[in-house]
C-alpha cells in the first residue's frame, strides 16, 4: 500500500473488527497497533508512523465505556429475572464477560478512531 492510499482503498485491507482484533497498524497492517490490551502504542513499530498524535477521542472512552456497562447492567438484570441463577454463577458468568467486553468495546473504539484520523491525515 502506498503512503497516500487510505486502507478502505487497499486491496484485501481487513474489516475494522479484525483491525480492532489484531491491532493492525492503519499504513502498513502490522499487528502493533497496540502496547496493552486497550492502550494505544505510541508509534507503529514497523512503519514507525505516530499512533498517539493520531488518537485525540480519548476523552470520549468514558462515554463508551459507560455505554457499554449500561448495557451490561441492563443484560444481567434480565437474565437474573429470567433464569435466576445462583450469585456464584453471576460473578463467574459475568465478572469475565464484562471484562473481556470493556475492553474489545475500548480496543473498537480506539481503532475506529485512529483510522478515521489517518484517513483524513491522508486526505490531499
Not at 52 to 73: C, D, N, P, W
Amino acid at each position: 500500500m502506498t503512503s497516500g492510499e487510505s486502507p478502505n482503498e487497499h486491496k484485501g485491507q481487513p474489516g475494522l473488527v479484525s483491525a480492532a482484533l489484531s491491532g493492525l497498524c492503519p499504513r502498513c497492517g502490522g499487528k502493533t497497533l497496540f502496547a496493552a490490551p486497550a492502550a494505544l502504542a505510541d508509534e507503529c513499530a514497523n512503519c514507525g508512523l505516530d499512533i498517539r498524535s493520531l488518537e485525540r477521542g480519548g476523552r470520549f472512552v468514558g462515554v463508551v465505556t459507560m455505554l457499554l456497562a449500561l448495557v451490561l447492567i441492563l443484560a444481567a438484570l434480565g437474565v437474573d429475572e429470567w433464569l435466576r441463577p445462583p450469585l456464584w454463577a453471576s460473578f463467574l458468568f459475568w465478572g469475565p464477560l464484562t471484562v473481556v467486553s470493556v475492553i474489545f468495546g475500548l480496543r473498537l473504539y480506539k481503532t475506529m478512531w485512529v483510522y478515521h484520523q489517518y484517513e483524513e491525515t491522508q486526505q490531499p
